[in-house]
């Protein structure tokens, strides 16, 4: 009863585990491990979903799934009853959609991004760069390529990011008013680091995730998880070239301000916990991380196997 299988691990996936995952308190100490096991979990549970309505509608076959859409291919539907073609109707169309809102997204927020690129080249000023280059980490230079900079004329603290081909780091003037030295180059460190991980495509998937099944909590829980995530992943790799408690004061100050779509703000999600844990770092866990990767593996070879062999 290979789909039985597959349909249990779907249910899991989709509904109690992420609401676990999303409560436990581990994924702060090793938050790149929590965010492949998030990955895993919406893979697997796709997969295991759209997998276990093609066996359960190729059953009557008896050509396992691949032989049986094959045959289905080159014979149609014959063989299949009305409920059974139904059934196989429903799991196409939920494999196409899943992957239909995910392509939709993905031209969505490039377009988005673009526009909001011109846009910023129209409306704000290019970093001032003194002669001394812009690695001198001073307010006119911020580190980092300068012709990605762009300084927006607006009273409140802002800092965040543009990705894609040609990406831009955003502050504002209000920021550069409200921050130090040490402080703004964090908040830049930070925002480079978004940018050298992509992590705007980590999100991208999770929001797709939840457009298309906006009914399930656990696709909601998901995103916000992951949001979290990806702001603590960049707060560590901007530490590696800045002082802890520095980027933690800049969170602390430009916390409240939110990003334009397609944006990743320095503030980001849970702006508390995360200043909480610059200042006082957990200690990494090889144990828990070497758990969080075997898991997500394990995950994901389950229902590919299973269908493999069904």
């Not at 949001?227 to 933690?248: F, P, S």
């Not at 997500?296 to 069904?310: C, E, I, M």
Request: hydrophobic residues 55%.
């Amino acid at each position: 009863m290979t789909w039985l299988a597959l349909v249990v691990l779907a249910l899991v996936l989709l509904w109690p585990a992420p609401l676990l995952l999303a409560r436990a308190r581990w994924p702060h100490r090793e938050p790149r491990a929590a965010l492949v096991l998030w990955q895993a979990f919406g893979l697997a549970g796709g997969l295991a979903l759209v997998g276990a309505a093609l066996a359960i509608a190729l059953a009557p076959l008896r050509e396992g799934l691949f032989g049986g859409l094959h045959t289905v291919l080159t014979r149609g539907m014959a063989g299949l009853s009305w409920a059974h073609a139904g059934l196989l109707a429903v799991a196409l169309g939920l494999g196409a959609w899943l992957t239909g809102v995910l392509a939709h997204r993905f031209v969505r927020t490039v377009l988005t991004q673009r526009r909001h690129r011109e846009l910023l080249d129209l409306v704000a000023e290019p970093w001032p760069v003194k002669d001394g280059g812009p690695g001198s980490g001073t307010r006119e230079g911020f580190g980092g390529d300068p012709a990605h900079g762009r300084v927006l004329s607006h009273p409140q603290a802002v800092a965040y990011c543009v990705p894609g081909a040609d990406p831009r780091v955003v502050l504002s003037s209000g920021a550069l008013d409200l921050l130090d030295e040490a402080e703004l180059f964090a908040v830049v460190a930070h925002e480079r680091a978004h940018l050298a991980e992509r992590h705007d495509l980590v999100v991208l998937a999770f929001t797709a995730w939840t457009a298309a099944l906006p009914g399930l909590p656990g696709a909601r829980k998901a995103r916000s998880a992951v949001t979290t995530l990806i702001e603590m992943l960049a707060d560590d790799r901007a530490c590696m070239v800045c002082d802890r408690a520095a980027l933690a004061t800049a969170l602390a100050r430009v916390g409240s301000a939110g990003a334009p779509a397609g944006a990743l703000a320095a503030g980001g999600g849970a702006t508390v916990a995360r200043v909480h844990r610059l200042l006082e770092p957990p200690a990494p866990s090889p144990l828990i991380r070497l758990a969080a990767y075997s898991g997500a593996a394990l995950l994901l070879a389950v229902p590919t196997l299973a269908l493999l062999l069904t």
